[in-house]
T-cell receptor
Framework: RKEVEQDPGPFNVPEGATVAFNCTYSNSASQSFFWYRQDCRKEPKLLMSVYSSGNEDGRFTAQLNRASQYISLLIRDSKLSDSATYLCVVKGNAGNMLTFGGGTRLMVKP | DGGITQSPKYLFRKEGQNVTLSCEQNLNHDAMYWYRQDPGQGLRLIYYSQIVNDFQKGDIAEGYSVSREKKESFPLTVTSAQKNPTAFYLC?????????????FGDGTRLSIL
């Protein structure tokens, strides 16, 4: 079983739609969680950290369910510019090592 | 501007040749990392360094070497022992220590075999 698993997609949605991605992780001792965004042939960029109580940043909402060991990202009112690959990233309980999921590709269509 | 600079952007390697990828950061971050990304896949950790003059192997260190003589610099050498070097190489840095510290990435080097 992979340490961090994501549905690779692609998720094809129309502009204005709401879309949600889930990510599961295997290490119950994981401490920190992040969503990164990666555009085609570019480096990953931090989208948002994920806090235990859930957090929101504009149209983006992240949730953490420690009991079920999954993280979610909800995007409301999708824009064309949201088209990218979204990487789920988990940090363990030692050092600052991050484990990356394979990414979920989102394509927002006009 | 503060950031992470990788060079070159594109690199070609001949058979039997060692090549070195540069990574420099002026963020005063303690920790630096090298990842490899293959098409359609996630990032895999090659090497990391939490402090100057110290580094550790990641998940796929075979065929690679690094040095950390200065805080700002963490070059990666792809040796001839790495039989499948074609990939997108990403360098990252972060503030070391516990807590919710994300990593920040350079814009990558694409390495191909001639």
């Amino acid at each position: 079983r992979k340490e961090v698993e994501q549905d690779p997609g692609p998720f094809n949605v129309p502009e204005g739609a709401t879309v949600a991605f889930n990510c599961t992780y295997s290490n119950s001792a994981s401490q920190s969680f992040f969503w990164y965004r990666q555009d085609c042939r570019k480096e990953p960029k931090l989208l948002m950290s994920v806090y235990s109580s859930g957090n929101e940043d504009g149209r983006f909402t992240a949730q953490l369910n420690r009991a079920s060991q999954y993280i979610s990202l909800l995007i409301r009112d999708s824009k064309l510019s949201d088209s990218a690959t979204y990487l789920c990233v988990v940090k363990g309980n030692a050092g600052n090592m991050l484990t990356f999921g394979g990414g979920t590709r989102l394509m927002v269509k006009p | 501007d503060g950031g992470i600079t990788q060079s070159p952007k594109y690199l070609f390697r001949k058979e039997g040749q060692n090549v070195t990828l540069s990574c420099e950061q002026n963020l005063n971050h303690d920790a630096m990392y090298w990842y490899r990304q293959d098409p359609g896949q996630g990032l895999r950790l090659i090497y990391y360094s939490q402090i100057v003059n110290d580094f550790q192997k990641g998940d796929i260190a075979e065929g690679y070497s690094v040095s950390r003589e200065k805080k700002e610099s963490f070059p990666l050498t792809v040796t001839s022992a790495q039989k499948n070097p074609t990939a997108f190489y990403l360098c990252a840095s972060s503030i070391e220590g516990a807590g919710n510290q994300p990593q920040h990435f350079g814009d990558g080097t694409r390495l191909s075999i001639l």
